[in-house]
Structure formats: structure tokens, C-alpha cells
């Protein structure tokens, strides 16, 4: 690939940094900016304020998707298991 080609290509794939603004972050996650602003504030993801920005180190939200897939795959249900039914009213 030239560089003109490899230019170009970088114009494609955004910059994804160690510390990430709630954009970046959004994007790299594929959620919306207001979902992940409510997580959070909630405390759902890790993240932290610098001034009243919200900051995410891309290494502890890999650790946290992989915590929270680990734990998907821990809690499914078996196959000779039933799944918990809600009540109609």
C-alpha cells in the first residue's frame, strides 16, 4: 500500500486512545452518547470525571465487556433448566 493509500485508509478507522472522551468511548462500545452517560452516572461502566467531563481508559472497559460477557455465559441457562417467567396481571 502506498502512503497515499495508507493515509487515506487512517481517515477510515478512528483513533481509538487509552483515554477516551464520551464519544470516543460511545463509538468504540457502539452505544448511543446518552447511554453511556447514564451508565456512567450510574456506575454501570467504569469511567471517572476529569473536571466535570466523563473520562474511559479503553483497558478497563475491555476488562469490564469481558467481565460482563464471562458473566453471561456463568449465568445462562442449561438446557434441562427453565427460565423464570414474570407474572401477567
Known amino acids: 500500500m502506498n502512503n497515499a493509500a495508507a493515509r487515506r485508509s487512517n481517515l477510515l478507522v478512528p483513533e481509538v486512545r487509552e483515554v477516551m472522551d464520551i464519544r470516543q468511548a460511545s463509538d468504540y462500545l457502539g452505544i448511543s452518547p446518552d447511554t453511556l452517560y447514564k451508565y456512567a452516572s450510574e456506575g454501570f461502566v467504569p469511567a471517572f470525571k476529569l473536571g466535570n ?18 458473566m453471561n455465559v456463568s449465568g445462562a441457562v442449561g438446557p434441562d433448566q427453565k427460565k423464570p417467567v414474570k407474572a401477567v396481571l
Open 53 to 70: 467531563r466523563w473520562r474511559f481508559k479503553r483497558s478497563r472497559l475491555d476488562e469490564w465487556m469481558d467481565q460482563q460477557s464471562g
